[in-house]
């Protein structure tokens, strides 16, 4: 019923091919014959969300299972919500077309969080009651999960419960739970409780907070039997561990409409910025023989003729020779490139840059973070100027004429100097081109500096750092545009106002779930687009609820303030991030994972084993 309705909607909105389903690889089941319904939401467009490797693992091995049916959900953009509203249409799942309410289990995953309003916009899209306390059946049960839930609390009370850490295994123990107490008759009461006791389930309504006067988090105290402190899940067996031999193939061009494998999980680097480089440890490899099965699987069940190798650092990966040895044997042959992001300066080795001219060249992008030495070591990006200057020379040589630098503004201890000294670097970068006896003949070069605004996330040495100002950032871009001095580099950045509200989210506490429902109230949804963003209503909201937004951004924290995500455990410890903090002051470095093991703790999550290799494993 509600398809035909929609057939009657999609030749008044654009990109029609989002909303039908029916894509190559996509899993249709008998919904009689399965104990359990699944909505796998992704609260942004569908172009983002078919491009986005998380949905396409757990897609995959939830319908591996003959007694769970997965199916796909996606943000409607802004036209089809329109008529979908006017219709009176319920949000509904792309394989049956049936609508959100029917299924008994409805997850998200929180890629970023500016995705929060369209989360509370979908579930009232699907008429459900947006806030958890509301929904009081057994079913349907809101569950969260992804890289935001090391911090869910400014979404504590529109969910359920959430998922912390790798899901994989864990959401089999979920879906074999839920199946159980529907066949018994259990409350969502009773459910939820059980589920508190699953590794890694987080239930926020389980957990009390109070705050002191100066409104810090006092205490978070855990009730109806919960854990004390939350453990995310690690799978343990990267070889192991389900990978699907398909990828649904849209009908529409997505942001990455290839094949994507993940060769490795976390990283050995230990940026001080990097969320990702913390809370995906402990660091895990494929084989060279897993990844290149899979690989050609993927690609003779979807046709795709490009393969990009996906990790925080794929350079690092110790086998990175041997695969690549493996996949050029067919891909050569098939006419199959490879695409190889997440290269660092350090390790771009003349035999890497041998391979990549073997494949389809575009331009090469790298990520000094920031301009000075000074700098680079405060954050430990462990990368010098030299070998930056290398590694271009080489590529300039090897026939690249165009380089990609990624920037931060905003990094703690930054100074106008530091801002100035991505110009000056950029600058050199260029210098190298002219200089290179071996460049391309007859052919100039193209610098692009992209910038984007630091903001402090928990679970890394700076998630007590203040965030700079709105006046401080827009005041280091100018002077960043003003240091430029040839057409030969271009540069763009971030909207700032958006790095400001990604900043109060991502340390907020449930006193930020008021904001979100006003915000989404008041019209604010697809947040993290710049022409749908509305910051003043935000604002607005921030004012009439009596929260000072930078209470959140421009604050600097004590080491003895209580976190609001402080009852949640990654398995890195809180003295080696304080340690790591002091480091960054003292512009003092630390050595790689395979250097010598620094003991964040997170091998305890996976029986004391980490990939890192080192010797010397704390």
Partial sequence: MIIKEVEKILPLVQKPGRYTGGELNSIIKDKNAVKLRYAFCFPDSYEIGMSHLGIKILYSAAN????????????????MEKEMRERHLPLYALESGDPLSDFDLIGFT????????????????????????????LTPIVVGGGPCVCNPEPMADFFDMFMIGEGEEMQNEVFDLLIECKEKGKSKQEFLALAAQIKGVYVPSF???????????????????????????????????????????????????????????????????????FTYRPIREKSADTVNDQCMKLCHSTGYDEISLSSLSTSDYTHLEELMEKLLSWTEKERV?????????????????????????????????????????????????????TTARQAF??????????????????????????????????????????????????????????????????????????????????????????????????????????????RGDRRLCAAVEYAWRHGCKFDSW????????????????????E?????????????????????????????????????????????????????????????????NMV
């Avoid at 890195?572 to 903090?581: A, G, P, S, T, Y």
Wanted: hydrophobic share 35%; net charge negative; glycine share 6%.
């Fill in 397 to 506: 040589s090897g026939g690249w004429t165009a380089v990609k630098l990624y920037f931060m503004l905003g990094l703690p201890t930054e100074t106008y100097d530091d801002v100035a000294g991505i110009a000056e670097l950029a600058q050199k970068v260029v210098g190298e081109f002219y200089t290179n006896p071996d460049r391309p003949k007859g052919k100039g070069v193209q610098v692009s500096i992209s910038v984007a605004s630091f903001v402090p996330k928990p679970f890394t040495p700076f998630q007590w750092e203040a965030q700079n100002s709105l006046d401080e950032l827009i005041k280091k871009q100018e002077h960043l545009l003003s240091s430029v001095k040839t057409r030969k580099i271009s540069v763009s950045y971030h909207n700032v106002n958006i790095s400001f509200l990604e900043g109060i989210l991502a």
């Fill in 110 to 137: 929180l890629q970023y969080e500016l995705c929060y309003t369209n989360v509370l916009n979908m579930l009232d899209l699907a008429g459900l009651p947006i806030r958890a306390a509301d929904r009081r059946d």
């Fill in 64 to 79: 591996e299972r003959d007694d769970v049916w997965c199916e796909r959900v996606f943000a409607p953009w802004h036209d």
């Fill in 551 to 615: 209470f959140y951004t421009c604050r600097k924290r004590d080491f003895e303030e209580i976190l609001p995500w402080d009852h949640l455990d990654y398995g890195i410890r809180k003295q080696f991030l304080i340690d790591e903090n002091q480091k960054a002051y003292r512009s003092e470095t630390t050595p790689h994972c395979r250097i010598q093991c620094a003991g964040c703790g997170s091998n305890k999550l996976n029986g004391g084993k980490c990939d890192a290799m080192c010797k």
């Fill in 530 to 549: 710049d022409d749908s963003f509305h910051f003043e209503t935000w604002l607005e909201g921030f004012e009439k609820l009596g929260i000072d937004p």
């Fill in 337 to 389: 490139n490879i695409a190889l992001p997440s290269l660092r300066v350090d390790n771009f080795s003349e035999k890497l840059m041998g391979y990549l001219n073997r494949v389809r060249r575009s331009g090469l992008t790298f990520a000094p973070e920031a301009g000075t030495q000074r700098l680079r070591d405060a954050i430990n990006k462990n990368v010098t100027e030299e070998e930056m200057l």
């Fill in 207 to 277: 957990y009390d907070v109070e705050y002191n006067d100066d409104l810090t988090v006092k205490s978070v105290t855990a009730t109806h039997g919960a854990p004390e402190k939350v453990t995310k899940r690690v799978i343990s067996d990267l070889d192991k561990v389900h990978y699907p031999e398909k990828f649904i193939v849209p009908f529409v061009e997505v942001v990455h409409d290839r094949v994507v494998h993940e060769i490795l999980r976390g990283c050995i680097r230990g940026c001080r910025f990097c969320q990702a480089g």
